[in-house]
């Protein structure tokens, strides 16, 4: 009974992850490599994105506190970053990353730090809810 009841809170958890966009369809592919030889597929996958996203982020914070900007770089770390982001569904740090994109087009400092900020306030956010989701799905099996 317990069982079934934390498999209704980890399914509403993850469906509220889709429903407030923080995730996208990519999640869904994910989870479809996930089977019985592999349960955590998807929460190694994750896990793996938050260490190598951790390097990217310093790299841009550097990157950032550069004098003169270099903008083609940081615009170019951030697309890899973007691209890691994109790989596990990660909808609302996509979002964030293309804005700063953005600005690093048009050399606009001010709007890089402040969209970075963003960027790394999205990113701490997806890796406290999906650290609960995944908690609660285990509990759930």
Request: charge should be neutral; charged fraction near 30%.
């Amino acid at each position: 009974m317990e069982g079934n009841q934390q498999q209704r809170q980890a399914a509403y958890m993850r469906n509220g992850l889709f429903n407030q966009g923080y995730l996208d369809e990519q999640f869904l592919q994910l989870e479809d490599l996930q089977d019985e030889v592999n349960p955590n597929f998807v929460e190694e996958v994750v896990k793996l994105f938050y260490t190598d996203s951790a390097r990217f982020l310093r790299n841009i914070e550097v990157t950032l506190d550069k004098s003169p900007r270099d903008f083609d770089k940081l615009d170019n770390v951030m697309h890899q970053f973007k691209g890691s982001s994109s790989s596990i569904g990660a909808k609302k740090v996509k979002k964030e990353c293309t804005q700063f994109q953005e600005y690093c087009k048009v050399g606009n400092l001010e709007g890089c730090i402040r969209t970075f900020q963003e960027v790394k306030q999205e990113h701490a956010t997806l890796k406290r809810k999906l650290e609960s989701y995944f908690q609660l799905a285990r509990q759930a099996r």
